[in-house]
């Protein structure tokens, strides 16, 4: 097949082999792999409810095929030396499958990042510390060398908020992720997190001074098919406000060329 033509709802004919060896069980994962990303494709056709899903589809086509094109090749290129008896066939089947399995790995995140904004509801709601959720996304993110870190949570310290804590997390994983990113060109690259609270609301604004957001592209980073990355779905930041909306919250973003960028998440809080 062309990998080229490959799309939602086109059919990729599995790998035959009929041997039960190693190189049948690298098949047989292939074609699961394979069969899985079409059966959620063909899901996704089915309950399309906005045209943005349309370029959506277009977006996850291409990233499915990037890791399909090494996976194929890498099993074709295995059955080829198996035929001809190569001498360190063992060596070569070892580096191939180590491939194979850290390309299945990426098809798996591309499929569950899809579903997880596909299905995105309230999860599983509860009492949540907003400072304690922040706090153990910092961890994740402030021992990036070079970056000065401000944090101010004290306004927060007792404050909950209903929402699922995974999800809320994945909000601020993000929203730190591209903050740093937003500083590899910066000299003295800096991020503030503060906290505050203001009518039944808990605000936190995540502020860097990076490259800031193109005027041309402002209106488009919380659209599900969009992305300023070279690969990656988009979702990050659609996933972030579906995540806030369904709690009641919101995220909203002021920019600057060459000033930076300040992203303000908002929540209500509990009594």
């Known amino acids: 097949f062309a990998l080229e033509d490959i799309s939602l709802t086109s059919t990729v004919a599995p790998i035959v082999y009929k041997g039960n060896d190693e190189i049948g069980k690298l098949v047989d994962t292939y074609n699961a792999v394979v069969l899985e990303l079409q059966r959620k494709a063909s899901h996704l056709v089915e309950s399309e409810r906005e045209s943005a899903w349309k370029e959506m589809a277009r977006q996850i086509a291409h990233d499915i095929k990037n890791p399909l094109t090494p996976m194929k090749?890498?099993?074709?290129?295995?059955?080829?030396?198996?035929?001809?008896?190569?001498?360190d066939w063992d060596e070569r089947f070892l580096k191939y499958a180590q491939m194979l399995e850290s390309q299945i790995d990426a098809l798996s995140q591309t499929a569950d990042t899809f579903t997880r904004y596909a299905t995105l509801t309230l999860g599983n709601a509860e009492r949540t510390s907003l400072k304690g959720v922040i706090e153990q996304s910092l961890g994740l993110f402030r021992n990036h060398e070079n970056i000065d870190w401000s944090v101010f949570l004290e306004p927060i310290v007792m404050t909950e908020v209903y929402i699922d804590p995974l999800n809320l997390q994945r909000v601020f994983n993000n929203l730190f992720s591209n903050a740093v990113q937003a500083l590899q060109q910066t000299s003295m690259p800096k991020i503030a997190v503060q906290a505050r609270i203001m009518n039944n609301l808990a605000l936190v604004t995540v502020k860097d001074n990076g490259t800031g957001i193109d005027p041309a592209i402002q209106d488009k980073i919380f659209k599900v098919n969009f992305t300023t990355k070279s690969t990656g779905l988009?979702?990050?930041?659609?996933?972030?406000?579906?995540?806030?909306?369904?709690?009641?919250?919101?995220?909203?973003?002021?920019?600057?060329?060459g000033e930076g960028t300040t992203f303000l998440v908002t929540l209500p809080i509990l009594d």
């Open 234 to 257: 988009g979702l990050g930041l659609a996933i972030a406000s579906n995540i806030l909306k369904c709690a009641g919250g919101s995220i909203s973003f002021t920019t600057a060329m």
């Open 73 to 87: 090749l890498g099993i074709q290129h295995l059955l080829l030396m198996r035929e001809a008896n190569v001498e």
